[in-house]
């Protein structure tokens, strides 16, 4: 069974702060995706990494997959408010479904 | 070009009724993702399905759950006879490309089943 081991589960920072989030799995993905997910809403895609030791900039996130394909990292600089919210790892299997992590709540406080 | 988009968004639905989740997938999105969010839990896979075609449905309960992707209209994710434990947030996700091919998965609001 693949599981995805996402840490820390929740993260409370300052404005301006920077942070990371790991995802680490003893299994290799084929592709990784990250998301958000806002109380009530569906997850949105943020990205996807592919290729081992990828790594991928979105504003002041930064994505990185694994040499190995078996983890992931999202690392954010100078955090804002606006970035509170609930960041999901989700690793896809060469059967097509995804495996989610659980989850971190990022709480930034102004 | 609209999302993927999920109906009813809320459902609330008495022990032993049915209920029934519809997903309209993104336009030129062919493959569908089912997955449940139970309170407190992560993301769990159920179901994954291509036009008329069953793929994957590895995490779909063996009773009571089943799911249908037709030619023409949106895919069906349907509960029997359903019980407290079935409540939980449902999201569906499209995908343009086939599981070997790249997968990113855009997901819908969700529905959200209540069982009183």
């Known amino acids: 069974t693949q599981l995805l081991e996402q840490s820390p589960q929740f993260l409370s920072i300052q404005e301006g702060e920077n942070l990371t989030v790991y995802c680490n799995s003893s299994s290799v993905f084929s592709s990784l995706q990250w998301y958000r997910q806002e109380p009530g809403e569906g997850p949105v895609l943020l990205v996807t990494?592919?290729?081992?030791?990828e790594v991928k900039k979105l504003k002041r996130l930064t994505f990185q997959f694994g040499d190995a394909r078996k983890d992931s990292s999202l690392h954010i600089t100078a955090a804002q408010p606006g970035d509170t919210g609930l960041y999901l790892c989700?690793?896809?299997?060469?059967?097509?479904?995804?495996?989610f992590g659980q989850g971190t709540t990022l709480q930034v406080k102004p | 070009n609209a999302g993927v988009m999920q109906n009813p968004r809320h459902l609330v639905r008495r022990r032993g009724q049915e209920a029934r989740l519809r997903c309209s997938p993104m336009k030129g999105h062919s493959h569908v993702y089912w997955y449940r969010q139970l309170p407190e839990e992560g993301l769990k896979f159920m179901v994954y399905l291509q036009k008329e075609n069953i793929i994957d449905e590895s995490g779909m309960p063996k009773e009571r759950f089943s799911a249908e992707f037709p030619k023409e209209g949106p895919s069906i994710l349907r509960i029997q006879q359903v019980v407290r434990g079935d409540s939980a947030a449902y999201f569906c996700?499209?995908?343009?490309?086939?599981?070997?091919?790249?997968?990113?998965?855009?997901f819908g609001p969700g529905t959200r089943l209540t069982v009183t």
């Open positions: 990494v592919v290729t081992g030791g």
């Open positions: 989700a690793g896809a299997s060469n059967t097509g479904k995804l495996i």
């Open positions: 996700a499209s995908s343009p490309l086939a599981a070997d091919r790249g997968n990113e998965q855009y």
